[in-house]
């Protein structure tokens, strides 16, 4: 092992470097996830990425860019749905959720002939990250960068009073449009690192953990990172020590600290 942490091979050093973007990009997002209670959202816009692979396969599509409109079409069809719709948040995105599930889920069976490994997307394959996928999580973490610093205030005033915000002047529905567009964007890529099953874990739980510890919005969102990078680098040394799956050990690792957050600090 320490000779493969001295001359790492391609594929890993792209594992790592991947699965670091994502934990950027997520820190934020996760942050006003759990601020906002929207942790059934992401799962939501989680479940309808099978729906986008089914499509893409289908289709003839490449997959990640499928599995990306998918995404962004259901996060638009939850923003406006809930606005124009008397249905509950939870009542809407459990339809959602599931309909899109099993809607993939019956595409995908109507194609035997393709072989797919679904497991890789249902939990992931951060060893699969190519060059391409690099490049996109670069992207979209330099738009999550320019959003946060322009519109980071003004979602703070949202997440704590919208009409207060808006009567002060923030739009507010176009912050969170794009806050979602962004979250949307975020799970169609990161479904290599954890998994469509999983990926709702990496949004919440490294800020859930910082929450118990935090004292102010920007003190939570730097604990948070720290927790995201370390489920990220000490996720893959355990997938490489024991042979255990990526994905899942990032998982567990970022489960770790969240219960070591309680020693910090009581409930």
């Known amino acids: ?106 595409i995908l069976s109507f194609q035997n002939h393709i072989q797919i490994d679904i497991m890789s997307y249902l939990f992931g394959d951060i060893l699969s990250i190519n060059t391409t996928d690099i490049i996109l999580m670069s992207a979209l973490l330099v738009a999550v960068v320019l959003y946060f610093f322009r519109y980071w205030q003004d979602l703070l005033n949202i997440t704590l009073n919208a009409e207060l915000a808006q009567v002060e002047g923030v739009c507010t529905q176009s912050v969170q449009l794009m806050y979602t567009l962004l979250l949307a964007l975020l799970i169609a890529l990161a479904i290599k690192v954890v998994g469509i099953l999983l990926i709702t874990s990496l949004l919440i739980i490294p800020s859930a953990a910082a929450h118990r510890l935090s004292k102010s919005p920007e003190q939570m969102l730097y604990i948070s990172y720290l927790f995201a990078l370390l489920s990220i680098v000490l996720g893959l040394l355990f997938s490489m020590q024991w042979d255990t799956p990526a994905g899942p050990s990032i998982v567990v690792v970022a489960s770790l600290i969240f219960l070591a957050s309680f020693i910090r600090k009581p409930l």
């Open 1 to 106: 092992m320490i000779d493969i942490l001295l001359h790492p091979p391609e594929f890993l050093v792209l594992a790592l470097l991947g699965g670091l973007l994502v934990a950027s990009i997520a820190t934020p997002l996760g942050v006003f996830m759990v601020w906002q209670r929207q942790s059934y959202f992401s799962a939501t816009l989680a479940h309808s990425a099978l729906l986008g692979v089914s499509l893409g396969l289908l289709l003839q599509l490449n997959l990640t860019l499928a599995v990306m409109l998918t995404s962004v079409v259901i996060a638009l069809s939850i923003f406006f749905l809930s606005k124009k719709t008397a249905l509950s948040s939870d009542t809407l995105l459990g339809l959602l959720a599931h309909s899109t599930l099993a809607l993939g889920l019956v």
